[in-house]
């Protein structure tokens, strides 16, 4: 019995896309990775302490500090700023949710440092040392701060956070001026706690103090809901540890690149690592399979299984291998419609030849005749003149 396979309208309608609330559940391993990144040194800002200042970062020292007096920033910084967890780079402080979304967002940095807290860790060193400075790498982080926002301040006020709560001072130690962003918080001492329920802004629930005797305040950065990232460009390899690797076209029509939501809404192949850490991203890797015709593709990764369950990415595939031998049949019927269309074409050719060759085979015959029988005159006039030469030689 025939089965009619899915359209890829079909399946994109029956794939499961969890309710946002599931996806903010569904943290589990980020949550366990973010302890791991914050062991190596991650958000209390004491990470970066024992790098050396450049001579760039000495003058973006100087200008956000207002306190250095005769003193070089490189003095400074060992003598007062260590101690108070300033930012002694130019680059800005990356949580560890924002390294991770570093990491994530590309590829080529997936491939050099791979996956796990150790990659979080030296996303954010890339970004520090390189990233910060080069558009490609900072244009994609400039709007990650927005994500944060202040729940509290003193011990009085509690907050419900479903992500890291930050501590630290309200007031900037140099200046005395209110610490009003989260980013200007980062530039100093802070005590970072994962959160999920409400909880006191109090040094007994951060465990330290990060600023003795001076009022503190609390910031919540939001948990990142998981959604799959960007693995590779085609042709490239794409890391996804045992997860489902999405293909598809890699720009709208707009010319803007796509992320994963809008990849997925105009088609797309799927497919298991099978066991494997990565995937080749191109048609090979997917039974062949082309989701954009004749453009860019790229390659997402998620990891987590959490989009797709094995029962779609079989139809997905029961849908490309019918594209591919209905692809096949049109092309057998064109090709059989070229042939009867040479086969008449020579047919006719050989016909007009032929009607050819038979006229002029008749204009040759008839042109014979007519020589032969101008010959025969000749012949009669030459006989006649012979005749009438011996008669008149005989007289």
């Known amino acids: 019995m025939d089965i009619e396979p899915p359209s890829m309208e079909q399946i994109k309608k029956n794939m499961y896309v969890p309710p946002a609330e599931d996806m903010e559940k569904d ?127 003193g011990a009085k006020q509690s907050c419900k956070c479903h992500g890291t709560l930050w501590y630290g001072a309200t007031k900037r130690p140099d200046d005395k001026k209110p610490i009003d962003s989260w980013d200007d918080l ?82 797309m192949a799927v497919n298991g690592t099978h066991g494997k850490r990565t995937l080749q991203c191109d048609a090979s890797s997917f039974d062949g399979a082309d989701p954009a015709p004749d453009a860019d593709k790229a390659c997402f990764c998620d990891q987590k299984k959490q989009f797709f369950d094995k029962s779609f990415v079989a139809a997905t ?23 009867s269309t040479e086969v008449v074409k020579v047919t006719k050719e050989r016909e007009s030849t032929a009607k050819e060759s038979t006229t002029s085979a008749g204009v040759e015959n008839d042109k014979a005749l007519a020589d032969i029988q101008a010959a025969k005159v000749c012949a009669i006039q030459s006989i006649e003149e012979a005749y009438k030469f011996r008669k008149a030689k005989i007289q």
């Open 27 to 153: 943290t589990k391993n980020i949550d366990n990775m973010m302890k791991s990144v914050k062991a190596l040194g991650g958000d209390s800002g004491h990470s970066d302490d024992s790098a050396k200042m450049t001579d760039g970062d000495a003058m973006c020292y100087q200008t956000r500090y207002n306190d250095l007096k005769d003193k070089t920033p490189r003095e400074h910084f060992k003598l007062v700023g260590q101690a108070q967890g300033r930012l002694h780079t130019c680059a800005r402080r990356l949580s560890s949710y924002e390294a991770l979304t570093y990491l994530h967002t590309f590829p080529e940095l997936q491939a050099k440092f791979g996956d796990g807290a150790s990659a979080v860790k030296q996303a954010r060193e890339h970004y520090r040392t390189l990233g910060f400075g080069q558009a490609h790498f900072n244009e994609a982080m400039k709007d990650t701060t927005k994500k944060a926002w202040k729940c509290g301040t």
């Open 317 to 339: 595939k029961i849908f490309w291998k019918a594209s591919q031998l209905e692809s096949q049949s049109e092309g057998e019927l064109k090709r059989t419609a070229e042939h």
């Open 186 to 267: 980062k530039q100093w001492k802070t005590v970072t706690k994962e959160s999920e329920e409400w909880m006191s802004c109090t040094d007994a629930n951060f465990g330290s103090d990060p600023w003795p005797e001076q009022e503190k305040q609390c910031w919540c950065e939001n948990k990142p809901a998981y959604k799959p990232w960007k693995c590779a460009d085609e042709g490239d390899e794409c890391l996804c540890d045992s997860g489902w690797v999405v293909y598809g076209a890699k720009v709208g029509a707009d010319k803007k690149e796509l992320d994963f939501f809008g990849t997925i809404k105009l088609s």
